[in-house]
C-alpha cells in the first residue's frame, strides 16, 4: 500500500487556501444586505419586518419610487434573502427597495389567508409611512416569486383578508407589479386548492380580476410544474379584456424558480433586465440598465 503524507509546509498552505475561500465567500454574502430592518407589524406576539435596501445618499426627505417583494415557497416556507439581490440591484438603480417578512406555516403555524393578510398590511404601512421611508406613495410597485407573486398581485385585486382593525382606507394595491412565476389561479384545478377551498373565490387572483389591476410583468418557464404556462396566458388575455397593460416573457425550458441567482443555468439577469426596462417606461427608473 502506497502511503501519502503532507509535508507541514503544504499542510500550512493548504489550511491558509481554506480559510482564504472561507473568508471570500462570508464577505461576499455579507455584501448584499439591508441598509435597514423595521417593523411593519406585530401580531400574536409575532413581529413581521420590512428588510429595506436604500438608493445611495437617500434621505427621509427624498420621494423615491419603491418596490415591495415577496419571497416564495408555497405559503409554507421561505426568507426576504430570496430577493435580495434583485433589492439591491433595484436600489443602486434609484428605487427604494424592500424585501417583506409574512406569516408561514411552517413557522407561525398559518393558512395562506394570514400570509395574504400581511402583504396587504406590508403595503399598507409602507405607503402610509412614505414621508419617513422617503418615497412616492403613488410610485409603490410589489412583486414576489411564486406564491410571493401571488401575494403581491392579491395586494392588487383580492378584497377580503384584511387584518382586523386595520385602516383600510390606506390602499393596499401596487401601483405596478413585477412577478415571478407567479401562483394566478387557486381554483379547484389551480395551486393551492385543497388549502383555501373553502375560500378559493375570494382568494384567487385569477378570479378576481377588473379594470384597476395595475400594469405587470410576469416571467414564466414552459417547464414550470407548477403553474402550467396556459394558466399565465389566460391571466394576460383577462388583463387585457380588462384593457390592462400585461407583458408576459415565456422561457422555454426553464422550471419553476428560473429566475433565482442561486439556480443552475438561471436567468436571474435576463428577468432583472426586463423588469427593469418595464419599471423604467412607467417612469420608476432613469437612463438604461446597468446590471
Known amino acids: 500500500m502506497v502511503k501519502f503524507t503532507l509535508k507541514e509546509s503544504h499542510l500550512k498552505i493548504f489550511i491558509f487556501l481554506i480559510l482564504a475561500i472561507c473568508i471570500s465567500t462570508s464577505i461576499a454574502f455579507a455584501d448584499t444586505h439591508p441598509d435597514q430592518i423595521i417593523t411593519y407589524k406585530t401580531i400574536n406576539n409575532t413581529e413581521l419586518k420590512l428588510h429595506i435596501f436604500n438608493p445611495p445618499q437617500?434621505?427621509?426627505s427624498d420621494s423615491k419610487p419603491a418596490i415591495v417583494l415577496f419571497f416564495g415557497g408555497g405559503w409554507n416556507s421561505g426568507k426576504p434573502k430570496q430577493f435580495y439581490d434583485q433589492s439591491q440591484y433595484f436600489s443602486s438603480r434609484g428605487m427604494v427597495a424592500i424585501a417583506a417578512e409574512y406569516r408561514i406555516k411552517n413557522?407561525?403555524?398559518?393558512?395562506?389567508?394570514?400570509?395574504v393578510k400581511d402583504s396587504k398590511s406590508a403595503m399598507r404601512w409602507v405607503r402610509?409611512?412614505?414621508d419617513e421611508l422617503g418615497i412616492n406613495p403613488n410610485m409603490l410597485a410589489a412583486g414576489g416569486g411564486s406564491a410571493g407573486g401571488h401575494l403581491a398581485i392579491s395586494a392588487a385585486v383580492i378584497k377580503n383578508f384584511n387584518e382586523e382593525n386595520e385602516d383600510i382606507s390606506v390602499s393596499s394595491?401596487?401601483?405596478a407589479l413585477v412577478l415571478f412565476n407567479?401562483?394566478?389561479?387557486?381554483?379547484?384545478?389551480?395551486?393551492g386548492y385543497e388549502r383555501v377551498k373553502d375560500y378559493w373565490q375570494a382568494f384567487s387572483p385569477l378570479h378576481n380580476l377588473d379594470e384597476n389591476v395595475p400594469p405587470t410583468i410576469v416571467f414564466m418557464g414552459t417547464k414550470d410544474r407548477f403553474v402550467p404556462v396556459e394558466t399565465t396566458q389566460l391571466f394576460k388575455r383577462k388583463m387585457e379584456e380588462n384593457g390592462r397593460?400585461?407583458?408576459?416573457?415565456?422561457?422555454p425550458d426553464q422550471p419553476h424558480g428560473f429566475f433565482n441567482k442561486s439556480k443552475k443555468n438561471n436567468k436571474y439577469k435576463e428577468t432583472l433586465l426586463e423588469a427593469?426596462?418595464?419599471?423604467?417606461s412607467l417612469g420608476y427608473l432613469q437612463s438604461e440598465a446597468s446590471l
Open 58 to 60: 437617500h434621505k427621509a
Open 107 to 115: 413557522t407561525h403555524k398559518t393558512s395562506p389567508k394570514e400570509a
Open 128 to 130: 402610509s409611512h412614505a
Open 173 to 175: 394595491r401596487p401601483d
Open 182 to 191: 407567479p401562483v394566478f389561479d387557486n381554483g379547484p384545478n389551480g395551486y
Open 245 to 251: 397593460r400585461c407583458e408576459l416573457f415565456l422561457y
Open 276 to 280: 427593469d426596462n418595464f419599471l423604467t
